[in-house]
């Protein structure tokens, strides 16, 4: 199983960007999915899920209003459109897998997600 997030880079305060999160040796359409970061010095924090068909999600409310999760299950990727970026935001980004296909409070909790993919860096310069 391999989660591969991808699309990092920097970007000024108030641009968008969107990563993404290719997943292989799984059926991403089973899964919920979700989006962590972690800031320097700080502990990773939950971002956003989505569910299993893509018609649910799940956001921090530091990010509700400004960032949308999406899903292609027919390309087993999921997106993480961020627009209005702060330099708060800067950090790595992870994405996760969890078999429990819902998403509730539950999304918050790392511990709960099953794969997780290796990060990429996202960097707003203010």
């Known amino acids: 199983v391999q989660l591969q997030a991808y699309g990092g880079g920097l970007v000024q305060a108030g641009g968008s960007l969107r990563v993404s999160c290719a997943a292989s040796g799984i059926t991403s359409s089973s899964y919920a999915m979700g989006w962590f970061r972690q800031a320097p010095g700080k502990e990773r924090e939950f971002v956003a899920a989505i569910n299993w068909s893509g018609d649910s999600t799940y956001y921090a409310d530091s990010v509700k209003g400004r960032f949308t999760i999406s899903r292609d299950n027919a390309k087993n990727t999921v997106y993480l459109q961020m627009n209005n970026l702060k330099s708060e935001d800067t950090a790595v980004y992870y994405c996760?897998?969890?078999?429990?296909?819902?998403?509730?409070?539950?999304?918050?909790?790392?511990?709960?997600?099953?794969?997780w993919g290796q990060g990429t860096q996202v960097t707003v310069s203010s």
């Open positions: 996760a897998a969890n078999n429990i296909p819902l998403v509730g409070l539950h999304s918050t909790y790392g511990p709960g997600y099953d794969y």
